[in-house]
């Protein structure tokens, strides 16, 4: 069964920095697309990193953090990782960490994913 559980959710100010972890189980982050999403309120849900299955050297970024944000994962402890630099109030929102097996390069797609975290809360003030 996949479970993904997110944390590292919190307040920054604008300019600040936050890493968010999803502890995955039950798939192999190394082997299936991952991916962040999130969800401001009253906006859908988008998605800003992704890490495709087909090409495990490429990250995609959506063009408002490209620059700003990295995604990582560690195959040993099977975690994935969001690092947020340079955090502007348009980055709040409920960040979620997904999976699916069978997405390919087109993992910005945040409905594409079957499976996700219950969400971890990031804040950005001016």
């Known amino acids: 069964q996949v479970r993904l559980v997110e944390s590292g959710g919190d307040s920054v100010q604008s300019g600040g920095s936050l890493r968010l972890s999803c502890a995955a189980s039950?798939?192999?982050?190394?082997?299936?697309?991952i991916g962040w999403l999130r969800q401001a309120p009253g906006k859908q849900r988008e998605g800003v990193a992704c890490i495709s299955r087909d090409d495990a050297t490429m990250a995609f970024y959506s063009d408002s953090v490209k620059g700003r944000f990295t995604i990582a994962r560690d195959i040993a402890s099977n975690t994935m990782y969001l690092q947020m630099n340079n955090m502007k109030p348009e980055d709040t929102a409920i960040y979620y960490c997904?999976?699916?097996?069978?997405?390919?390069?087109?993992?910005?797609?945040?409905?594409?994913?079957?499976?996700r975290g219950r969400g971890t809360q990031v804040t950005v003030s001016s």
């Open positions: 997904a999976t699916d097996r069978a997405i390919g390069s087109g993992c910005l797609d945040a409905q594409l994913y079957d499976h």
């Open positions: 039950g798939f192999p982050v190394g082997r299936w697309t």
